[in-house]
């Protein structure tokens, strides 16, 4: 998978959700999102997947995916791979 | 122009407390007006329920956090709440002490609590659907509309076994997260008026005072006097929570900075929605 692609979502993390003073270094690409890694939860799950509708055309049609897309940062440019136009 | 924003009921607490001297007057007070030990989560006097010690909970951490900012020489022109998030509010405000507000807290939480040993209640929180369809998956189960929180971040409260059977109906018309969590009560529904008598004798025992700092109320938005705020007490616990409106209320009234004095950040990712959205239908 492309780094760039990799940075890119990062970058989508930390403008989409406002998170001051951080980096794209500073997310580890394989971290869960969830709990114990960068601690996001639904609300920002949701402003997530907004973001990525918005910048890359990508939908992300149900909870169920949701939950697969959103492991970590590397799961979600899998996904942004797999299905942008 | 600062606004402090004091949030509801946390949903868990944290295992690590601070240990300063503010913190210490807190846990004391906490322990003496509302019988709660912070440190372990044990009550000192008559047990009560989890759902009370974190009501009991939240509202300490925000009467600490409010500590800190004021300490930083960071004073709200404004004050907003959500839930029960008023007690703290409401003392700062001004308009009640610190230990009664705690001792407040308390008091409403054990009498709620009593709700649940003749009923299961449950509340189920939804993200991602619009509020039309949220009320119709309400209305076709028996509950009700609790939170107003964003276009998409709704509460619903009412029976238990009712609150479990509208997951997967919410899931199958779309939602992208539908949580439940127990409660001892029907929070901010009509089905509090069977508790309203009791809750009324609660409220009455205490003497509010005019607030010193606005404080904007969650229901209609307007600022509570003094002689508003027994009532407001009631009617909160039986209507839904409306922070979508409260958080535009604040910036129409010229809020430029929001401070989140409670436990988590909730309350500023809804904000973050609603900025969010507004700026996507320019």
């Known amino acids: 998978m492309e780094e760039e692609l990799i940075n890119q979502v990062k970058q989508l993390i930390i403008d989409s959700l406002r998170i001051e003073g951080m980096n794209p270094d500073d997310i580890e690409t394989d971290a869960p999102l969830f709990g114990e890694g960068l601690g996001l939860d639904s609300i920002d799950a949701l402003q997530l997947v907004v973001a990525m509708e918005k910048d890359f055309g990508v939908i992300v049609p149900d909870a169920a995916t949701g939950t697969v897309v959103f492991q970590s940062v590397r799961s979600i440019a899998r996904y942004i791979a797999e299905n942008r136009k | ?282």
């Open chain 2, 1 to 282: 122009m600062n606004c402090f924003m004091f949030p509801g009921q946390p949903l868990s607490h944290s295992g690590t407390l601070p240990d300063d001297a503010d913190f210490c007057q807190i846990a004391q007070d906490t322990r003496e007006r509302a019988g709660l030990n912070l440190n372990d989560f044990t009550w000192t006097g008559t047990p009560s329920t989890g759902s009370v010690a974190l009501q009991v909970y939240g509202v300490a951490m925000s009467l600490y956090r409010k500590r800190l900012l004021v300490r930083e020489e960071i004073r709200p022109r404004l004050i907003a709440e959500h839930s029960m998030g008023i007690y703290p509010a409401l003392a700062a405000s001004g308009a009640l002490p610190e230990g009664d507000a705690l001792e407040l807290t308390a008091r409403i939480g054990r009498c709620m609590s009593v709700m649940s040993e003749t009923g299961s209640y449950a509340l189920g929180c939804i993200v991602g659907l619009p509020g039309e369809i949220v009320i119709s998956i309400a209305e076709n189960n028996g509950v009700f509309m609790a939170n107003h929180n964003t276009s998409r971040h709704f509460l619903l409260s009412g029976e238990r076994r009712s609150i479990e059977s509208l997951e997967a109906e919410a899931l199958a018309r779309g939602a992208f997260s539908v949580k439940l969590f127990p409660c001892d009560a029907p929070l901010h529904t009509p089905m509090m008026e069977a508790i309203g008598d009791k809750l009324q004798e609660i409220i009455t025992d205490y003497r509010y005072g005019e607030p010193a700092v606005p404080l904007m109320n969650h229901i209609d938005q307007s600022f509570l006097t003094a002689a508003d705020v027994p009532d407001f007490l009631l009617r909160e616990l039986l209507l839904p929570v409306y922070w979508e409106k409260s958080y535009l209320a604040l910036r129409k009234a010229g809020v430029t900075r929001y401070h989140e004095v409670g436990v988590g950040d909730a309350l500023k990712k809804y904000n973050r929605w609603i900025e969010s959205e507004a700026a996507r239908s320019l």
